[in-house]
């Protein structure tokens, strides 16, 4: 079955680092473009980084840029979020989304708390 779990979540302080890991399982990983969503307490779900299924280009929220980088391993079947400069307001769970098509899969979440 389709499957997606994050890891690497946890509690950083303010300017610190975190990379968050995606395995993916149950399906053709290379064929699905990934990205990487956050949702905060009492906040909407929102996109933060997208990478096409190749790897070949990606895109960024604003509010990311220049800190997060989003890379994936297709030998791995996995997709990656690398976070520097990590600020409070970057406090949220963190999720995987895997689409090709209408095909959507998303995982279950790792929280990220930033904080002193």
């Known amino acids: 079955q389709v499957q997606l779990v994050e890891s690497g979540g946890g509690l950083v302080q303010p300017g610190g680092s975190l990379r968050l890991s995606c395995e993916a399982s149950?399906?053709?990983?290379?064929?699905?473009?990934m990205s990487w969503y956050r949702q905060a307490p009492g906040k909407e779900r929102v996109l933060v980084a997208f990478?096409?299924?190749?790897?070949?280009?990606?895109n960024y929220a604003d509010s990311v840029k220049g800190r997060f980088t989003i890379s994936r391993d297709n030998a791995k079947n996995t997709v990656y979020l690398q976070m520097n400069s990590l600020k409070p307001e970057d406090t949220a769970v963190y999720y995987c989304k895997a689409t090709r098509s209408r095909s959507v899969a998303w995982g279950q979440g790792t929280q990220v708390t930033v904080s002193s």
């Open positions: 990478i096409t299924s190749s790897g070949g280009s990606t």
């Open positions: 149950g399906f053709i990983f290379s064929n699905y473009a």
